[in-house]
């Protein structure tokens, strides 16, 4: 059994602040890691994934996530938010031997609130 | 349309009542998931279909639920004798193949009352 802890359920910040959205999980089997985000009135989009390899990755907008293997986590984080970045962000994780990475676990969301 | 399609948006029903979910993948996605969102929670997995067949079911609550995906595209999501806690927004979401990305809708929001 896995489970995803977002140990923030609501984030306020000014633009251009930078910002951290923290992610853990728990598995006893290695785990594929990703972030989705949901902008409001809108479904769930893939933000970044992380499947193997360098354990940095980067979005198309900036954001960028590490996986960390010891302290079992996987941080969001972006050096200077906009206005649009306001949206609630989801952590996931995907067992690495299951049937499909499409069934993932989910953390309980973080609300991310930019502030002009 | 592009994008993973749910009807209705919005459904009300009655204790008690039956309701089906409906969900339009992506032309040519293999695979698709069910997944729940109850208020300030993360989506919870209900179940995944690879084509006709339900490859895992295992987040199914009870014998309440039931899924099916006839033709390998569009599937149900078929909720019976509904109760109060089943009030939830259901997503669904599809996937080229098992190891691609999921895209998901923008979900059925059910009111139980």
């Known amino acids: 059994a896995q489970s995803v802890t977002q140990l923030d359920s609501q984030v306020p910040v000014f633009e251009e602040a930078p910002v951290e959205l923290r992610c853990n999980y728990s598995?006893?089997?290695?785990?594929?890691l990703f972030w989705y985000v949901q902008y409001p009135n809108q479904g769930l989009q893939l933000l970044l994934k992380?499947?193997?390899?360098?354990?940095l990755v980067e979005s198309i907008n900036g954001f960028e996530a590490e996986f960390n293997k010891s302290q079992t986590s996987f941080h969001l984080r972006k050096p200077s938010v906009h206005i649009s970045d306001t949206a609630e962000y989801f952590c996931a994780v995907s067992d690495l031997g299951g049937t499909s990475y499409g069934k993932l676990t989910f953390g309980q969301g973080t609300i991310l609130t930019v502030h002009p | 349309g592009a994008g993973v399609s749910q009807t209705p948006s919005n459904k009300v029903t009655e204790k008690g009542k039956y309701v089906e979910l409906r969900c339009d993948p992506i032309?040519?996605?293999?695979?698709l998931y069910w997944y729940r969102q109850s208020l300030g929670q993360g989506p919870e997995f209900l179940i995944y279909f690879q084509g006709t067949g339900a490859a895992d079911d295992s987040g199914l609550p009870n014998d309440r639920f039931f899924a099916v995906r006839p033709e390998g595209s569009v599937s149900t999501l078929k909720i019976q004798r509904t109760e109060r806690g089943d009030s939830a927004v259901y997503l669904c979401?599809?996937?080229?193949?098992?190891?691609?990305?999921?895209?998901f809708g923008q979900g059925t929001r059910l009111t139980v009352v």
């Open positions: 992380y499947l193997s390899g360098s354990t």
């Open positions: 032309s040519g996605h293999t695979a």
């Open positions: 598995s006893s089997v290695s785990v594929y």
């Open positions: 979401a599809s996937s080229f193949q098992w190891n691609t990305e999921a895209f």
